[in-house]
């Protein structure tokens, strides 16, 4: 029996899934659509600059979380011991840490100058206000991911940082408002290792999933729209 | 599909008469790259299961709409792939090398302090992108510069489309403009921008000038940096 050209094989294969979901169609839709010449601007690409910031934060998470251990208790606690480990034993932990580290600093400034595109050229209009309201709450979602993440490593200026923010949080009125904030994040009666549980979970759980779900509603808006007209 | 049609050997071949005419069916009106200016990537391509994976994107995002190039003179438009897909591989790897660095040479500033501690007295000083809004709270009542004052911001923020397609006409008419033009052309809008951008920026720096910088604030006495 002859052997079939890997070219065949592979022709079979694309066949095969043609036939159950068009495939070829999309990738005709897709990589050969036509773009405006104007969107070839440098600003046009702060927005796939964040997308790539976020993916490079999601990645680096999800290794610095291989290590990192959310506990506050004793002295010094595990979570410094481990984030310490993390910057000085670890193969390359140095690297990843300060990856995450520099890629959040980055990304704020990316997203603060994408959003200033967006204004400055009038994108949010009509039909695409929903996304700009999408992405405004997506810069919120990256200030909490920041504020959540600063304290994870539990040193002094982690702690101190975080215990003023609960308190002005805890201080909104009326005074049950305030307090019951107060103890939602802190999670017990004073900023400790119930505290850093909390932040933990939202920083690594909660945020991502909410943030690559809104991710996911701005690139159909935008895939839906197309690109905006030029300023 | 002519016999001359089949004998034709190389990428894309083997589908093209076939599929080319199912796609120009069932497109949604856009305009597609013409198929002959196409890369030679068809189906039987080696190369071909990296552009169904890249496909794969779009399929999940749904159907595009009716999109401004779908209008625009073939001269003013450029296919997506590659012509405007190439930077961002480029710029991925540019924004790896540049943090990568970063880590590389400013690991003095990753190394942490010691272990949090209760009992300790700290002043605490947030990072820069917190530090504009630690500025604020000193200048007033710390309720009305915390829970009125940023919310009512990323409040007008959030709707913002809106004050600006139901104020700005309103305003345009008064001014006797014709239209009422994006911020980038339009003196209200754009002057509000960079008025927002310069207090954030003063503020800024007004921290990060440190603890003996202090200014004479009417509402609150003496105000220094942080």
């Given at each position: 029996?002859?052997?079939?050209?890997?070219?065949?094989?592979?022709?079979?294969?694309?066949?095969?899934?043609?036939?159950?979901?068009?495939f070829?169609?999309?990738?005709?839709e897709?990589?050969?659509?036509?773009?405006?010449?104007?969107?070839n601007a440098?600003?046009?690409?702060?927005?796939?600059m964040?997308?790539i910031?976020?993916?490079?934060?999601?990645?680096?998470?999800?290794?610095?979380?291989?290590?990192?251990v959310?506990?506050?208790?004793?002295?010094?606690?595990?979570?410094?011991?481990?984030?310490?480990?993390?910057?000085?034993?670890?193969?390359?932990?140095?690297?990843?840490?300060?990856?995450?580290?520099?890629?959040?600093?980055?990304?704020?400034?990316?997203?603060?100058?994408?959003?200033?595109?967006?204004?400055?050229?009038?994108?949010?209009?009509?039909?695409?206000?929903?996304?700009?309201?999408?992405g405004?709450?997506?810069?919120?979602?990256v200030l909490?991911?920041?504020?959540t993440?600063?304290?994870?490593?539990?040193?002094?200026?982690?702690?101190?940082?975080?215990?003023?923010?609960?308190?002005?949080?805890?201080?909104?009125?009326p005074?049950?408002?305030?307090?019951?904030?107060?103890?939602?994040?802190?999670?017990g009666?004073?900023?400790?290792?119930?505290?850093?549980?909390?932040?933990?979970?939202?920083?690594?759980?909660?945020?991502?999933?909410?943030?690559?779900?809104?991710m996911?509603?701005?690139?159909r808006?935008?895939?839906?729209?197309?690109?905006?007209?030029?300023? | 599909?002519?016999?001359?049609?089949?004998?034709?050997k190389?990428?894309?071949?083997?589908?093209?008469?076939?599929?080319?005419?199912v796609?120009?069916?069932?497109?949604?009106?856009?305009?597609?790259?013409p198929?002959?200016?196409?890369?030679?990537?068809?189906p039987?391509?080696?190369?071909?299961?990296?552009?169904?994976s890249?496909?794969?994107?779009?399929?999940?995002?749904?159907?595009?709409?009716?999109?401004?190039?779908?209008?625009?003179?073939?001269?003013?438009?450029?296919?997506?792939?590659?012509?405007?897909?190439?930077?961002?591989?480029?710029?991925?790897?540019?924004?790896?090398?540049?943090?990568?660095?970063?880590?590389f040479?400013?690991?003095?500033?990753?190394?942490?302090e010691?272990?949090?501690d209760?009992?300790?007295?700290?002043?605490?000083?947030?990072?820069?992108?917190?530090?504009?809004?630690?500025?604020?709270?000193?200048?007033?009542?710390?309720?009305?510069?915390?829970?009125?004052?940023?919310?009512?911001?990323?409040?007008?923020?959030?709707?913002?489309?809106?004050?600006?397609?139901i104020?700005g006409?309103?305003l345009?008419?008064?001014?006797?403009?014709?239209t009422?033009?994006?911020?980038?052309?339009?003196?209200?809008?754009?002057?509000?921008?960079?008025?927002?951008?310069?207090?954030?920026?003063?503020?800024?720096?007004?921290?990060?000038?440190?603890?003996?910088?202090?200014?004479?604030?009417?509402?609150?006495g003496?105000v220094?940096?942080?």
């Open positions: 029996m002859a052997i079939p050209h890997p070219r065949d094989i592979q022709l079979a294969v694309v066949n095969w899934l043609d036939e159950r979901y068009p070829t169609k999309a990738v005709d897709s990589m050969y659509q036509r773009v405006p010449n104007f969107a440098f600003y046009y690409c702060f927005g796939g964040v997308f910031l976020i993916a490079i934060q999601l990645l680096t998470g999800v290794l610095l979380s291989l290590y990192y959310p506990d506050a208790n004793g002295s010094p606690a595990a979570a410094y011991t481990s984030v310490n480990f993390i910057q000085n034993t670890v193969y390359l932990g140095w690297l990843i840490r300060g990856a995450h580290f520099w890629g959040a600093n980055l990304l704020i400034i990316m997203v603060l100058l994408h959003m200033a595109r967006v204004y400055w050229t009038g994108s949010y209009r009509a039909p695409r206000e929903l996304n700009w309201m999408v405004v709450i997506m810069l919120l979602l909490a991911f920041s504020l993440g600063y304290l994870l490593p539990w040193d002094t200026k982690a702690y101190f940082a975080t215990l003023v923010t609960i308190k002005l949080a805890g201080s909104l009125p005074v049950q408002l305030g307090t019951f904030i107060k103890e939602i994040l802190q999670g009666p004073v900023v400790g290792p119930s505290t850093l549980q909390r932040f933990f979970t939202v920083h690594v759980f909660l945020l991502p999933a909410l943030i690559v779900g809104l996911y509603v701005h690139f808006f935008i895939r839906a729209h197309g690109i905006s007209e030029p300023l | 599909m002519s016999d001359k049609d089949q004998m034709k190389g990428p894309g071949a083997a589908t093209a008469a076939t599929e080319i005419a796609i120009e069916a069932e497109s949604h009106g856009h305009t597609l790259e198929d002959y200016k196409r890369l030679p990537i068809g039987d391509h080696i190369l071909y299961p990296v552009l169904v890249l496909a794969l994107v779009p399929i999940l995002l749904g159907d595009a709409g009716h999109h401004l190039a779908d209008d625009m003179p073939e001269d003013e438009t450029h296919p997506f792939f590659p012509d405007h897909f190439w930077p961002y591989p480029i710029i991925a790897v540019l924004i790896l090398v540049v943090v990568g660095l970063l880590a040479y400013e690991q003095k500033n990753l190394q942490l010691v272990s949090a209760p009992r300790t007295a700290n002043i605490p000083r947030p990072d820069w992108y917190f530090l504009f809004l630690f500025q604020l709270l000193k200048l007033g009542p710390e309720l009305i510069m915390f829970g009125v004052v940023p919310p009512a911001v990323v409040t007008v923020l959030l709707l913002f489309p809106f004050i600006d397609a104020a006409p309103r345009a008419k008064r001014l006797r403009w014709k009422w033009p994006v911020p980038g052309r339009n003196i209200y809008t754009g002057t509000a921008f960079v008025i927002g951008l310069g207090i954030v920026a003063l503020l800024e720096l007004w921290a990060l000038a440190g603890p003996l910088s202090c200014v004479p604030w009417p509402l609150t003496l220094c940096g942080a």
